[in-house]
């Protein structure tokens, strides 16, 4: 059974940067792709990033491209989101996910091919 814990969530002003971990134990990430979401209340949740299980390929919402960066620490068992130049649409809870099928460079931002999720941590971003 995959467990996922997040953490790095907080409040920051506009323009700042935050960066969010998601401890993962009963799998290691190289047998594991993985994903951020994020969701606001009265939303559905929205794709974020995403990383393959080799750590060769990564996608990202168009909300964040540029902005924000995945990447995973295989000896840490750990997948990052490096937020930078927050905005107050930025404001969210944030959900790490971990899907274990598909290609080992395979990524995806369809929230039903996740198998396990985190508790998920808030993110605020002050104007």
């Known amino acids: 059974q995959v467990q996922l814990v997040e953490s790095g969530g907080g409040l920051v002003q506009a323009g700042g940067s935050l960066r969010l971990s998601c401890a993962a134990s009963g799998r290691t990430l190289s047998s594991l792709s993985m994903g951020w979401f994020r969701q606001t209340p009265g939303k559905e949740r929205e794709f974020v990033a995403a990383i393959s299980r080799s750590g060769r390929s990564t996608s990202y919402g168009d909300s964040v491209k540029g902005r924000f960066t995945i990447s995973t620490d295989d000896v840490q068992n750990t997948v990052y989101l490096q937020m930078n130049s927050l905005k107050p649409e930025d404001t969210a809870v944030y959900y790490c996910?971990?899907?274990?099928?598909?290609?080992?460079?395979?990524?995806?931002?369809?929230?039903?091919?996740?198998?396990?999720w985190g508790q998920g941590t808030q993110v605020t971003v002050s104007s």
């Open positions: 996910a971990a899907n274990g099928g598909g290609s080992v460079h395979y990524t995806t931002g369809n929230r039903r091919e996740y198998d396990h």
